[in-house]
């Protein structure tokens, strides 16, 4: 298992510095590719949580219609959209994904799946198209990488220090050891990329620190809800594309967490 996760991430890894970088001294990918593969694996994890859920074709195709509909409107339109997603990604990933995990409900209408879906990947892919914009690949890469480190963390060190269940409810395997491992590695990882003058969007140690903390607690909530859709929809993955790592959406729970509210904190320093 543990080999099929790791070839599994070191593949997943290198398409995306492909997407981003394309063959260094040779091309570059066009911009519309990279917005085109957001796009699609966003879509791919709305699927991925119809089909949990067992909504119908018609549920699927306006869902789907709906999310594309918003993504191409915040793509297309001349608007800068940023501070209706900076509050929409607060107020998900601060106020009502908390809310829900402390909560647990356990019968969900539909509408309120499609709901959670369009506040939860409509600011991410809006967040990653911005920052690869504003920042380029290379700080993009360093940005989705504190969701990588922060899952890494919370693995290593929960497997061999983890003896206190996180929420055991919704994840049994995640442990307050884990998190707590996890806070540290992306601690060392920022305060390597600062040492290093790598990244633009850390401008004092004070924002290594907040940075760390702040997008690791939220990489775990991201990996928490998705969890607790799999757990209300009685299903260990959210697919199965994936050997040793589920479906899209069990790849990117921490990623859409972390780019929307990264992308509420850099922008509230620009």
Known sequence: MLIHRTMTALVLFFITCFLLFGIPGIFRMPDMVFVSMSWLLCIAAVFELTKMYKFNL????????????LLMVLYFIPYDASQI??????????LIVPVILFKQPQNIPKAVICGLAIIIF????????????????????????????????????????????LIPSISPNKTIE??????????????????????VYLPTYFAVFKFAIILTIVSILGDL???????IAKVKDSGNWLPGHGGIFDRIDSLIAVLAVAFAMIRGLI
């Not at 967040?127 to 890469?141: K, N, R, T």
Request: charged share 10%; proline share 1%; hydrophobic share 60%.
């Open 122 to 165: 409509v600011p991410a892919f809006y967040s990653i198209v911005v920052l690869q914009g504003l920042f380029g690949s290379l700080q993009l890469i360093s940005i989705l990488a504190i969701a990588w480190v922060a899952d890494t963390g919370a693995y290593f060190v929960g497997r061999k220090f983890g003896r206190h269940k």
């Open 225 to 231: 809800m998705e969890s607790w859709f799999k757990r």
């Open 58 to 69: 018609i549920w699927q195709i306006g869902l789907l219609a709906i999310i594309t509909g």
């Open 85 to 94: 997603i900076r509050i929409v990604s607060i107020l998900t990933w601060c």
């Open 178 to 199: 884990g998190a707590i491992g996890s806070v540290v590695f992306v601690i060392i990882y920022l305060l390597i990329l600062k040492s290093l003058n790598i990244t």
